[in-house]
């Protein structure tokens, strides 16, 4: 008994002193850093090599975003309050971006097929945008204020 709690006292002191590392499987990797409060993150990745990063600031913003197929990239953001990105990758080598910083703001990303590329950074309050590209090679930029 003794053992056994020493040994979860020193794993869980060995896991608090360890840096943040990204979360490996598959070959994907997701980076999560997020402050304020009541921020959420979801999703899935299926295939191999994804690369998702989520940044989170402020109160109350959601990020959801699946990846399938091989090697797509997506990287969010966010600040401010009530915040969505809601982004689907399916397909190969497929980028995405994000930003938002103010409030209310909603980015809704979907990318099926190969080589496409879009970005988005919304920078006051209460803006919206839809990205849906297919086919291949496809590229889009949204910049609002």
């Not at 608090?16 to 402050?35: F, N, T």
């Not at 809601?86 to 409030?103: A, E, I, K, L, S």
Request: hydrophobic share 35%; charged share 10%.
């Amino acid at each position: 008994m003794f053992l056994a709690k020493s040994f979860t006292a020193a794993a869980l002191a060995l896991t608090l002193s360890l840096p943040a590392l990204p979360a490996l499987a598959g070959g994907h990797q997701i980076w999560i850093e997020q402050w304020g409060a009541n921020n959420q993150v979801g999703g899935g990745q299926t295939g191999y090599g994804q690369r998702l990063s989520v940044y989170q600031d402020g109160t109350s913003n959601i990020s959801i975003n699946t990846q399938d197929g091989r090697r797509n990239s997506a990287a969010i953001g966010q600040s401010g309050t009530d915040n969505l990105v809601d982004t689907h990758q399916c397909g190969r080598r497929n980028q995405v971006g994000v930003g938002q910083f103010g409030h209310g703001n909603e980015a809704v990303m979907t990318q099926c097929g190969r080589r496409n590329v879009a970005a988005v950074v919304q920078v006051g309050n209460n803006n919206d945008a839809s990205v849906s590209q297919h086919g291949s090679n496809n590229v889009v930029a949204i910049v609002q204020e």
